[in-house]
């Protein structure tokens, strides 16, 4: 920061920035106190200048900025500096300075030392730390033009100091003698606008004059701006501060994030810097520019940066360092192509790099000037004078593009309008070419030429040597002539050239018209169209020639006539007189508009209209109906027949005269009177006839009259009578008549009515009606011949015009329900099968071809008394329908329902059984047959009977008694053991047939005396077990079949056996000698005080000796032989006494035990290789193998659920 004081006698003229507009002026600078100092403050890029008004605010400006204040007293204020830095007082010139730099600055010699009450810095005011609400500016105005993108709103600070940290700059010596330089300039400039502005008296102006325009003031990497001027010098404060100017230039919004930016820059301490672009391959029109990425230099090291997180911007400039420059690229390449640029011109380019994280980096300015060129086309020549034989043409140079003009070339076409040729060729700027023809179009062309080439052509020129007037052309001929339009032609002047450019003038003058000719035409072309034109109507035409050297005479006057056009529709034809049925004269008007021309005649024409058409389709009908002409002539009255009565028609007339036809008139409606309608076609039969009713239908007739029929009216009469009556009137189409009697023949006759009366009557129609079904006979007459027949007669009744083919009658006991039970041609029938002393009811009903008649009236007849009816249920009793058991092999309990008693009371019944045995008993429903034999058949019926006689037998059943009950069976025992006795009975198979009628029940004892059943069945056999070893058990047994139980047998009594030992262990063979050796096995008890014996065996190859037998346990072997096998088992048996003597009852034997007498020890107890010992062992690998099994499948399936359990439950 630099801070130039300058002494003036008065205050010097300040403009009116905006700055001073905003922020009062000190009185004593408005006063012009001579004493006033005005101190400058520069402000470099990068800086920030704090200041505090008299009202205590804090205001706080960023470089580069020039702030000019007043020092009223003429010291210079104090300059309070952030930690680190230093401010030094140098005077030069006149003008003192405050430079404010680091500590490790080397002063200049021409330096004086700071002043001691200035402090190096000082800690800030409480008033300064709070941000100010609103853009702060300098208290006070200066005299140079401070630029508006400079002057904004300070961001707070973000320490409890002043000042913010800046980054790290190096001042060297060189760097101040480069200031010196640059603040006296600025004072001279100062010195210099102070006596221009005081010479030209208008500082009061000045104060009020608008701030300058932020385009005047562009910066760049290489330009410090001065009091708002800029001036090209390099810069001094490195690669650092061009980035942050190209930053506040490019980007106003950036500058509010400047404070922040700086902060964290330098933190870092991290600089970035782009270098300047490379121009290459320059060409006249274009050229490559590339750059490097930018580098980042930190404690003096440099690093490339990626260039994916940077955006780069290209701008250009053609008006030198200073000028305007336009941006041409943003994008992330670092090579483009610039096009579009003008040959032999000075470029200046520079690059700025910008990202999210860092501040906007801009490259020094590149220079480059593109190549020369061949000259760019010139402007089309123009014509400076002209005659009829002379041209006389000059131009103007166009741009060279960097090397000069030489020559210039014109071509023409010598007026022939072909190929372009050389008329000149040199340095001039104007040519005259001689010996041109008259009145000739010629057309020129021209390029440049500089040392490099020879540009494009211009644009031609198209220009006329100048003619004679052309002669007067012929008159216009007409092409085609309408009502309001003329189509003329005409020819070019005779002598003159078809390449000689002529236009027409076509006049004309309406017939009767007192403005005589007037133009209708002008133009090149032959021909015309004259529109909008008066019909039927003379016009008088001439025609003038022009070309570009007057106009010629006019053409004969000739006239054409337009033609007349259609006359208009005439009046709406009107009734004359009155409406007939089958005429009616019309007559009509004249049209207003007769095209022009006279009417020759009138057309009139009819349109039968039908009554069915309603408002909305009347235009449609209308046009697509079809008219048929009844009239064509002159006259205006015509009288229409014939017509249809009662029908509607549409009349229109037209006329034609020259121009044609008119368009019809409007419609005229007329409907003729109606008549009573025509005879109806004869009446016929709706389908078919029927007895009581006919169904009648018509067509309409041919001839409604001219009004639609309202009814139709439909006479009857029998043949044989002349009277008639009316048996329908209505608007249906048929009808049915209704009362008539079957077979007869009637006549009707038809006619239909409108609203003019009722039409004539039709022919008469004949029909006959169908036959009907007989009428209703008569009440049969009944003879009752028997107590169960009666004779049924009847009479024929009338047959309605069909013989009677059958006869049906109906017979019931209920008047309400009978059925039919003759049915054919005869006048009587014989009821039978009737049951005596019952009332029947009877009808009959006649039929015919036509169908069956209505049932007569009924007749009643009750039959007389008679016999008994024959017993119609007759069954045995079963044994549980008994109210006391009786023997069944002997009796036979029959039952009965009583039957009919036909009128008289039943007495009794007669049973017939056996050999025709009969048996009369008195009036009840069941008896006891005794005294029967016994499994015998019998057939058996029953008769009713009363005074009158016996009645039928009822249906036979057969009955059968049952046996005697059976004997009871001999009972043995056949096998007899210790524990169980089977005992056999009878004669039959053990096991039980499936038809064997006869059971037996076996009963034995218990220890109380009573007999139980402890069998019941039909086997022969039956085995007791669970029963006591050497006990006595008394049994019985009884046989029972479908006759009954029979009687038990005596008591039986059968003694059960002694049980045997049971089985001993393995006997064990201890070695005592070298050829002795003991056996012993283990005891048992004596049995039920039986003594035990034993019996031990030894077996040696295929032999085998009993060796012991006695009560003893043990037993010594002797005598053995050495390399021999022996074994031993043993068994035990129970002596015991009974009626023969002394009895042994032995057991099985024990497992064997295996004894070698070569290993001379005893050997463990083997099994025995017989086969039962074989089998024993297989059995125990058996059961090792399946617990083996067993456990393998429970742990197997104990894995399977926990894998489930694990997946579906836990997971």
């Given at each position: 920061?630099?801070?130039?004081?300058?002494?003036?006698?008065?205050?010097?003229?300040?403009?009116?920035?905006?700055?001073?507009?905003?922020?009062?002026?000190?009185?004593?600078?408005?006063?012009?106190?001579?004493?006033?100092?005005?101190?400058?403050?520069?402000?470099?890029?990068?800086?920030?200048?704090?200041?505090?008004?008299?009202?205590?605010?804090?205001?706080?400006?960023?470089?580069?900025?020039?702030?000019?204040?007043?020092?009223?007293?003429?010291?210079?204020?104090?300059?309070?500096?952030?930690?680190?830095?230093?401010?030094?007082?140098?005077?030069?010139?006149?003008?003192?300075?405050?430079?404010?730099?680091?500590?490790?600055?080397?002063?200049?010699?021409?330096?004086?030392?700071?002043?001691?009450?200035?402090?190096?810095?000082?800690?800030?005011?409480?008033?300064?730390?709070?941000?100010?609400?609103?853009?702060?500016?300098?208290?006070?105005?200066?005299?140079?033009?401070?630029?508006?993108?400079?002057?904004?709103?300070?961001?707070?600070?973000?320490?409890?100091?002043?000042?913010?940290?800046?980054?790290?700059?190096?001042?060297?010596?060189?760097?101040?003698?480069?200031?010196?330089?640059?603040?006296?300039?600025?004072?001279?400039?100062?010195?210099?606008?102070?006596?221009?502005?005081?010479?030209?008296?208008?500082?009061?102006?000045?104060?009020?004059?608008?701030?300058?325009?932020?385009?005047?003031?562009?910066?760049?990497?290489?330009?410090?701006?001065?009091?708002?001027?800029?001036?090209?010098?390099?810069?001094?404060?490195?690669?650092?501060?061009?980035?942050?100017?190209?930053?506040?230039?490019?980007?106003?919004?950036?500058?509010?994030?400047?404070?922040?930016?700086?902060?964290?820059?330098?933190?870092?301490?991290?600089?970035?810097?782009?270098?300047?672009?490379?121009?290459?391959?320059?060409?006249?029109?274009?050229?490559?520019?590339?750059?490097?990425?930018?580098?980042?230099?930190?404690?003096?090291?440099?690093?490339?940066?990626?260039?994916?997180?940077?955006?780069?911007?290209?701008?250009?400039?053609?008006?030198?360092?200073?000028?305007?420059?336009?941006?041409?690229?943003?994008?992330?390449?670092?090579?483009?192509?610039?096009?579009?640029?003008?040959?032999?011109?000075?470029?200046?380019?520079?690059?700025?790099?910008?990202?999210?994280?860092?501040?906007?980096?801009?490259?020094?300015?590149?220079?480059?000037?593109?190549?020369?060129?061949?000259?760019?086309?010139?402007?089309?020549?123009?014509?400076?004078?002209?005659?009829?034989?002379?041209?006389?043409?000059?131009?103007?140079?166009?741009?060279?593009?960097?090397?000069?003009?030489?020559?210039?070339?014109?071509?023409?076409?010598?007026?022939?309008?072909?190929?372009?040729?050389?008329?000149?060729?040199?340095?001039?700027?104007?040519?005259?070419?001689?010996?041109?023809?008259?009145?000739?179009?010629?057309?020129?062309?021209?390029?440049?030429?500089?040392?490099?080439?020879?540009?494009?052509?211009?644009?031609?020129?198209?220009?006329?040597?100048?003619?004679?007037?052309?002669?007067?052309?012929?008159?216009?001929?007409?092409?085609?002539?309408?009502?309001?339009?003329?189509?003329?032609?005409?020819?070019?002047?005779?002598?003159?050239?078809?390449?000689?450019?002529?236009?027409?003038?076509?006049?004309?003058?309406?017939?009767?018209?007192?403005?005589?000719?007037?133009?209708?035409?002008?133009?090149?072309?032959?021909?015309?169209?004259?529109?909008?034109?008066?019909?039927?109507?003379?016009?008088?035409?001439?025609?003038?020639?022009?070309?570009?050297?007057?106009?010629?005479?006019?053409?004969?006057?000739?006239?054409?006539?337009?033609?007349?056009?259609?006359?208009?529709?005439?009046?709406?034809?009107?009734?004359?007189?009155?409406?007939?049925?089958?005429?009616?004269?019309?007559?009509?008007?004249?049209?207003?508009?007769?095209?022009?021309?006279?009417?020759?005649?009138?057309?009139?024409?009819?349109?039968?209209?039908?009554?069915?058409?309603?408002?909305?389709?009347?235009?449609?009908?209308?046009?697509?109906?079809?008219?048929?002409?009844?009239?064509?002539?002159?006259?205006?009255?015509?009288?229409?027949?014939?017509?249809?009565?009662?029908?509607?028609?549409?009349?229109?007339?037209?006329?034609?005269?020259?121009?044609?036809?008119?368009?019809?008139?409007?419609?005229?409606?007329?409907?003729?009177?109606?008549?009573?309608p025509g005879p109806c076609q004869s009446l016929h039969l709706a389908g078919k006839a029927k007895p009581r009713e006919i169904a009648l239908q018509w067509d309409p007739p041919s001839t409604d009259g001219g009004s639609e029929v309202t009814e139709?009216?439909?006479?009857?009469?029998?043949?044989?009578?002349?009277?008639?009556?009316?048996?329908?009137?209505?608007?249906?189409?048929?009808?049915?008549?209704?009362?008539?009697?079957?077979?007869?023949?009637?006549?009707?006759?038809?006619?239909?009515?409108?609203?003019?009366?009722?039409?004539?009557?039709?022919?008469?129609?004949?029909?006959?009606?169908?036959?009907?079904?007989?009428?209703?006979?008569?009440?049969?007459h009944l003879t009752c011949k028997t107590a169960t027949c009666v004779v049924a007669s009847w009479e024929s009744p009338m047959c309605n015009g069909a013989e009677v083919s059958e006869y049906r009658l109906e017979w019931g006991q209920v008047e309400?329900?009978?059925?039919?039970?003759?049915?054919?041609?005869?006048?009587?029938?014989?009821?039978?099968?009737?049951?005596?002393?019952?009332?029947?009811?009877?009808?009959?009903?006649?039929?015919?071809?036509?169908?069956?008649?209505?049932?007569?009236?009924?007749?009643?007849?009750?039959?007389?008394?008679?016999?008994?009816?024959?017993?119609?249920?007759?069954?045995?009793?079963?044994?549980?329908?008994?109210?006391?058991?009786?023997?069944?092999?002997?009796?036979?309990?029959?039952?009965?329902?009583?039957?009919?008693?036909?009128?008289?009371?039943?007495?009794?019944?007669?049973?017939?059984?056996?050999?025709?045995?009969?048996?009369?008993?008195?009036?009840?429903?069941?008896?006891?047959?005794?005294?029967?034999?016994?499994?015998?058949?019998?057939?058996?019926?029953?008769?009713?009977?009363?005074?009158?006689?016996?009645?039928?037998?009822?249906?036979?059943?057969?009955?059968?008694?049952?046996?005697?009950?059976?004997?009871?069976?001999?009972?043995?025992?056949?096998?007899?053991?210790?524990?169980?006795?089977?005992?056999?009975?009878?004669?039959?198979?053990?096991?039980?047939?499936?038809?064997?009628?006869?059971?037996?029940?076996?009963?034995?004892?218990?220890?109380?005396?009573?007999?139980?059943?402890?069998?019941?069945?039909?086997?022969?056999?039956?085995?007791?077990?669970?029963?006591?070893?050497?006990?006595?058990?008394?049994?019985?047994?009884?046989?029972?079949?479908?006759?009954?139980?029979?009687?038990?047998?005596?008591?039986?009594?059968?003694?059960?056996?002694?049980?045997?030992?049971?089985?001993?262990?393995?006997?064990?063979?201890?070695?005592?000698?070298?050829?002795?050796?003991?056996?012993?096995?283990?005891?048992?008890?004596?049995?039920?005080?039986?003594?035990?014996?034993?019996?031990?065996?030894?077996?040696?190859?295929?032999?085998?000796?009993?060796?012991?037998?006695?009560?003893?346990?043990?037993?010594?072997?002797?005598?053995?032989?050495?390399?021999?096998?022996?074994?031993?088992?043993?068994?035990?048996?129970?002596?015991?006494?009974?009626?023969?003597?002394?009895?042994?009852?032995?057991?099985?034997?024990?497992?064997?035990?295996?004894?070698?007498?070569?290993?001379?020890?005893?050997?463990?107890?083997?099994?025995?290789?017989?086969?039962?010992?074989?089998?024993?062992?297989?059995?125990?690998?058996?059961?090792?193998?399946?617990?083996?099994?067993?456990?393998?499948?429970?742990?197997?399936?104990?894995?399977?659920?926990?894998?489930?359990?694990?997946?579906?439950?836990?997971?």
């Amino acid at each position: 920061m630099v801070i130039s004081a300058m002494m003036a006698d008065q205050p010097p003229p300040l403009e009116a920035t905006p700055i001073l507009n905003e922020v009062p002026l000190l009185p004593h600078m408005v006063n012009g106190d001579t004493t006033q100092q005005v101190i400058l403050v520069q402000v470099n890029p990068g800086e920030t200048f704090t200041i505090r008004t008299e009202d205590g605010h804090i205001q706080c400006i960023q470089g580069p900025a020039h702030v000019p204040m007043m020092s009223p007293n003429g010291s210079v204020p104090p300059i309070f500096v952030p930690p680190g830095y230093v401010s030094q007082v140098v005077e030069e010139n006149g003008v003192r300075k405050v430079v404010v730099m680091p500590h490790s600055t080397e002063f200049h010699p021409s330096m004086h030392p700071p002043p001691p009450h200035v402090p190096h810095y000082m800690h800030p005011h409480p008033a300064l730390l709070p941000h100010p609400p609103h853009p702060v500016y300098p208290p006070v105005p200066g005299t140079g033009e401070m630029p508006p993108q400079f002057i904004h709103q300070h961001p707070p600070p973000p320490s409890p100091h002043v000042y913010q940290e800046q980054e790290s700059r190096s001042h060297g010596r060189t760097n101040f003698v480069q200031r010196d330089e640059r603040t006296l300039k600025m004072q001279e400039h100062l010195k210099k606008r102070l006596k221009d502005r005081q010479a030209s008296g208008n500082t009061n102006n000045k104060m009020n004059s608008p701030p300058s325009s932020p385009h005047k003031v562009q910066n760049s990497s290489t330009t410090n701006v001065q009091n708002g001027y800029g001036k090209g010098q390099q810069g001094a404060v490195g690669q650092i501060k061009q980035k942050q100017i190209g930053k506040t230039r490019g980007s106003p919004t950036a500058d509010t994030e400047i404070g922040e930016s700086d902060t964290e820059s330098r933190k870092s301490q991290e600089f970035f810097s782009i270098s300047k672009p490379i121009v290459s391959e320059i060409q006249a029109r274009s050229a490559v520019l590339s750059w490097n990425p930018p580098v980042a230099s930190q404690n003096g090291e440099t690093q490339n940066v990626t260039t994916a997180t940077f955006t780069f911007e290209v701008t250009i400039s053609n008006s030198g360092k200073n000028g305007k420059f336009k941006s041409i690229y943003v994008g992330e390449e670092m090579t483009i192509t610039v096009p579009d640029l003008r040959p032999a011109t000075d470029y200046y380019v520079r690059v700025s790099a910008s990202s999210s994280s860092t501040k906007e980096i801009v490259s020094e300015l590149a220079s480059f000037t593109t190549e020369s060129c061949e000259p760019d086309p010139p402007a089309a020549p123009k014509i400076v004078n002209r005659t009829k034989n002379s041209l006389n043409l000059q131009w103007k140079s166009s741009n060279d593009n960097g090397s000069k003009i030489t020559n210039y070339l014109l071509e023409w076409d010598e007026g022939k309008n072909g190929a372009f040729k050389e008329c000149y060729y040199g340095h001039l700027k104007q040519h005259k070419l001689t010996k041109l023809t008259p009145s000739t179009k010629y057309t020129f062309r021209l390029a440049a030429k500089n040392d490099i080439g020879m540009s494009g052509f211009s644009e031609t020129l198209v220009c006329y040597t100048i003619g004679i007037v052309p002669p007067p052309p012929l008159p216009p001929r007409l092409i085609e002539g309408g009502v309001s339009c003329l189509s003329l032609e005409w020819s070019p002047p005779s002598g003159i050239s078809s390449d000689d450019s002529l236009t027409y003038t076509l006049e004309m003058e309406e017939e009767g018209s007192d403005y005589g000719f007037q133009a209708g035409y002008n133009g090149d072309e032959l021909s015309c169209t004259l529109k909008d034109l008066r019909r039927s109507t003379s016009y008088k035409f001439r025609v003038f020639a022009h070309n570009t050297e007057g106009k010629s005479g006019p053409s004969e006057v000739v006239e054409y006539s337009t033609s007349p056009d259609k006359p208009g529709p005439p009046s709406k034809p009107s009734v004359k007189g009155k409406i007939h049925s089958h005429n009616v004269k019309v007559t009509w008007d004249p049209p207003k508009d007769t095209g022009g021309s006279d009417i020759s005649k009138y057309v009139l024409e009819i349109s039968e209209t039908s009554p069915e058409r309603d408002g909305n389709s009347y235009l449609i009908f209308l046009l697509g109906s079809k008219w048929e002409t009844v009239y064509s002539g002159s006259t205006r009255e015509h009288v229409c027949a014939p017509l249809k009565p009662g029908t509607s028609y549409w009349l229109k007339v037209s006329c034609i005269g020259k121009g044609g036809q008119s368009q019809a008139s409007d419609v005229l409606t007329v409907q003729t009177l109606a008549v009573p309608p025509g005879p109806c076609q004869s009446l016929h039969l709706a389908g078919k006839a029927k007895p009581r009713e006919i169904a009648l239908q018509w067509d309409p007739p041919s001839t409604d009259g001219g009004s639609e029929v309202t009814e139709y009216v439909v006479e009857m009469a029998n043949c044989d009578q002349d009277e008639r009556r009316q048996s329908y009137r209505g608007q249906a189409l048929e009808c049915t008549v209704n009362g008539l009697l079957p077979g007869r023949t009637y006549c009707f006759w038809i006619r239909a009515a409108n609203k003019a009366g009722l039409g004539p009557y039709s022919e008469k129609t004949e029909i006959t009606t169908a036959p009907g079904p007989p009428d209703l006979c008569c009440p049969p007459h009944l003879t009752c011949k028997t107590a169960t027949c009666v004779v049924a007669s009847w009479e024929s009744p009338m047959c309605n015009g069909a013989e009677v083919s059958e006869y049906r009658l109906e017979w019931g006991q209920v008047e309400g329900s009978m059925h039919i039970i003759y049915s054919g041609p005869l006048l009587s029938y014989e009821v039978k099968g009737l049951t005596p002393a019952t009332t029947y009811y009877c009808r009959v009903q006649a039929v015919n071809i036509a169908g069956a008649g209505l049932f007569g009236e009924i007749a009643m007849v009750t039959t007389p008394a008679s016999v008994p009816a024959a017993v119609t249920v007759l069954h045995l009793l079963k044994e549980d329908q008994m109210e006391a058991p009786l023997p069944l092999s002997t009796c036979l309990v029959l039952h009965w329902e009583e039957p009919c008693c036909h009128g008289s009371e039943i007495t009794g019944y007669n049973i017939e059984y056996g050999e025709k045995q009969l048996l009369t008993v008195s009036r009840v429903t069941s008896h006891v047959l005794e005294n029967l034999q016994p499994d015998t058949l019998y057939r058996i019926r029953v008769q009713a009977f009363n005074s009158l006689g016996a009645g039928p037998f009822s249906p036979s059943i057969k009955a059968k008694t049952k046996p005697l009950p059976p004997d009871p069976p001999h009972l043995e025992c056949v096998v007899f053991s210790y524990q169980s006795l089977k005992l056999k009975w009878g004669e039959g198979p053990s096991r039980a047939l499936i038809a064997n009628p006869t059971q037996f029940n076996l009963q034995m004892e218990d220890r109380f005396g009573r007999f139980s059943t402890v069998y019941s069945g039909p086997c022969h056999t039956y085995k007791v077990q669970r029963l006591s070893e050497s006990t006595t058990y008394y049994f019985k047994i009884q046989a029972c079949n479908d006759a009954g139980d029979g009687e038990f047998s005596e008591v039986y009594a059968f003694t059960t056996t002694k049980s045997p030992p049971a089985a001993l262990k393995a006997p064990k063979v201890h070695l005592l000698g070298d050829n002795i050796c003991e056996v012993t096995w283990e005891p048992l008890q004596p049995m039920k005080g039986d003594s035990i014996v034993y019996i031990l065996q030894l077996a040696y190859g295929r032999e085998v000796d009993q060796v012991y037998k006695g009560p003893e346990t043990s037993f010594c072997f002797t005598n053995m032989q050495t390399n021999c096998e022996y074994r031993f088992r043993v068994c035990a048996g129970r002596q015991y006494h009974d009626s023969t003597g002394s009895q042994e009852l032995y057991g099985p034997y024990s497992p064997s035990t295996a004894f070698s007498s070569q290993k001379q020890e005893s050997v463990s107890p083997c099994l025995d290789t017989s086969p039962d010992l074989t089998k024993s062992r297989r059995r125990a690998l058996s059961d090792e193998q399946f617990a083996f099994l067993l456990l393998i499948g429970f742990a197997t399936v104990a894995i399977l659920f926990a894998v489930i359990i694990q997946y579906f439950v836990i997971k």
